[in-house]
């Protein structure tokens, strides 16, 4: 599940080469918003079809309820992988702080 979360963001972002999160977050429009919500309700949609077919193979009912959990997260981690984690510089510049016990002497 969270492979296919990670793979899923990782496609969104190759199609958007110059994005970062927090421009998302400021400038945000209609269409966002409903790739937003189409994310989670897909998630929930399939995950839940998922688990309804289960239960109908199995003669049970719980799988269901499982299944519409899983994609409600899945949908959830999606959205904040896409559009509020920012991921740590893999390459920091020159004369930036290289870690955390560097940042923390730099501010006091």
């Known amino acids: 599940m969270l492979i296919w ?3 899923m963001a990782q ?3 190759d199609n958007d080469p110059g994005h970062t999160p927090v421009d998302h977050v400021r400038h945000g429009s209609a269409s966002e918003g409903w ?3 189409s994310h989670l309700l897909t998630g929930i949609f399939v995950f839940g079809a998922a688990g309804w077919g289960l239960d109908q193979l199995f003669g049970t009912r719980w799988f269901l309820l499982i ?3 899983l994609g409600g997260a ?3 981690a999606l959205i904040y992988i896409r559009y509020v984690y920012i991921p740590p510089d893999p390459f920091p510049r020159p004369g930036d702080a290289a870690g955390p016990m560097d940042r923390k002497e730099q501010h006091g």
């Open 67 to 69: 299944g519409l959990l």
């Open 74 to 76: 899945a949908s959830f």
């Open 11 to 13: 496609d969104s972002l």
């Open 35 to 37: 790739t937003v919500l």
């Open 5 to 7: 979360c990670a793979a």
